[in-house]
């Protein structure tokens, strides 16, 4: 592999010119710049970047720690993310957690290990000492952990008030709610605290069904909305804590004869770009999956040059109707 010091022999220049060039420190000229580009091109030399970030103190890498890659949400997510870290000349190191505590302490390390300049965690699985000694800019999705690491999250109490209102306006008088585990401690659990409230007040009969620790399992679903037919038979609105569970949901009906929306009308949260490929267009609660991936990553640039930031941020939602009500 070709040396700093080739390049340097090969360019006619001193290896400190070179490190100057690829560090891009004090004044160089175009010509000069020029020539040193030329020669790493011709010996085909690729930068030490682990090198670089010890010499600049900044890696330029942003970690990203996610429970299911695979998942849609997740994956518009990390796909934004990658996108305004790109534009603000940093590469996103994505790592897949699985939800396995022993998983994320290992990418945890390695993060530290790569001197990533900040890491966003979008799973949270760990204990609040482990990332309050993480020692790095942190930000964090859905999840309230000190009040010295900033969270980012859709208005989740609303989000949940808005769908069991325009359950209750359609005309469903026995409704439920499929979401993850309360046990959790994630933010997302205002939604079935809000349509618990919202229900109550109106006086309507409610359901709450939730997932175990891991709330990805798409077989979870499939036994809960079978658990809810089979206790609820006289069901005829579902507000789904995702839009996965939502499309489960519709096919749950579809398989037990149940007419969407004639029979049963659903519900679901998050806004993702698949909802619009089920046969029918869920009605859902889109959560502003953008904004929310660049403010994660605006929060951990102007954290790593040392500007404060506020904890909480917490961003509107929308209701977006379509055929499932």
Not at 122 to 136: F, K, P
Not at 228 to 235: A, T, Y
Not at 290 to 316: C, D, F, N, W
Request: charged residues 20%.
């Amino acid at each position: 592999m070709p040396t700093i010091k080739d390049v340097a022999l090969k360019a006619g220049v001193s290896v400190t010119t070179v490190s100057r060039v690829l560090n891009n420190r004090g004044y160089l000229s175009e010509e000069l710049k020029k020539k040193v580009l030329l020669a790493m091109d011709e010996l085909n030399y690729r930068p030490n970047e682990l090198a670089r970030s010890l010499s600049r103190s900044r890696s330029n890498i942003i970690g990203l720690i996610i429970p299911h890659v695979s998942h849609p949400f997740f994956g518009e997510l990390t796909g934004y993310i990658e996108e305004h870290a790109y534009r603000n000349g940093c590469k996103l190191l994505l790592c897949n957690s699985w939800q396995d505590k022993h998983k994320e302490l290992e990418y945890i390390d390695m993060l530290r290990s790569s001197r990533v300049d900040g890491i966003i965690m979008g799973s949270h699985t760990l204990e609040v000492e482990a990332y309050q000694q993480m020692n790095l800019p942190l930000v964090t999705f859905d999840r309230q952990i000190s009040p010295d690491i900033p969270y980012v999250c859709s208005d989740n109490y609303l989000g949940g008030q808005l769908a069991t209102t325009l359950l209750i306006e359609k005309g469903c008088r026995n409704i439920a709610h499929i979401g993850g585990h309360p046990g959790l401690n994630i933010l997302s659990g205002l939604r079935a605290e809000a349509f618990a409230n919202t229900a109550a007040a109106h006086h309507i009969q409610h359901t709450l069904l939730h997932t175990d620790d891991n709330s990805f399992d798409v077989a979870a679903y499939e036994r809960l909305l079978a658990q809810l037919f089979r206790e609820q038979p006289g069901i005829d609105g579902i507000f789904a804590g995702s839009d996965m569970i939502a499309a489960y949901a519709l096919k749950a009906c579809m398989e037990r004869g149940r007419r969407v929306p004639g029979d049963v009308r659903i519900v679901g949260y998050d806004g993702i770009a698949l909802r619009n490929m089920l046969g029918l267009p869920l009605s859902t609660i889109h959560q502003p999956i953008e904004a929310m991936g660049k403010l994660a990553v605006e929060l951990i640039i102007r954290q790593v040059h040392g500007e404060s930031v506020s904890a909480e941020y917490i961003l509107p939602v929308e209701l977006e109707e379509g055929a499932t009500t």
